[in-house]
């Protein structure tokens, strides 16, 4: 079951988060959150100008109402249709790039691994939290973003829990 977010400028240029709010939060209080993982997509309708060659991830205002999401749920990576791309979308919104047409999103490097470390910090103590003990899944979300991560390091993070 796909569950979806709608966006619109009025939304972005407010920095209104209810879309996201009316979706998420009877997620929440229906108790089960697990099972909505992966499930979640983001539609954004956002009117540009004609002649704007801008990506949305580009646009200032669509990665602030971003930054202004991951502020109220900054574990919201665990809802989003990773297969979809909305993992990879959301980072972009979230970590400076650069966008070329021949090989897409470039990441700047040092800025995704501050991202990716914190959503792992986040998510490991998020998902201990809701009694969803498995680190396969933020080996997946590292791995989506490129990287590889110990064993090790989880161990080390479990023992902090």
């Not at 790039?97 to 691994?113: C, D, R, V």
């Amino acid at each position: 079951m796909t569950i979806t977010i709608t966006l619109n400028n009025d939304s972005i240029y407010s920095l209104d988060v209810s879309p996201a709010l009316m979706v998420i939060e009877p997620l929440l209080q229906a108790g089960n959150i697990s099972s909505y993982e992966q499930q979640l997509r983001l539609e954004i309708n956002y009117e540009q100008e004609e002649n704007d060659p801008r990506e949305l991830s580009e646009i200032p205002e669509v990665r602030l109402w971003f930054v202004r999401l991951d502020t109220k749920y900054p574990w919201v990576p665990f809802l989003l249709d990773w297969k979809a791309g909305e993992l990879s979308r959301y980072a972009a919104m979230l970590v400076p790039h650069q966008f070329s047409s021949k090989e897409g999103i470039q990441y700047n490097p040092e800025a995704l691994e501050i991202f990716l470390m914190h959503k792992i910090f986040i998510l490991s103590d998020w998902l201990y939290q809701q009694n969803i003990v498995s680190p396969s899944r933020l080996k997946s979300l590292a791995q989506i973003l490129g990287y590889e991560l110990d064993d090790a390091f989880f161990e080390m993070i479990e023992k902090t829990n």
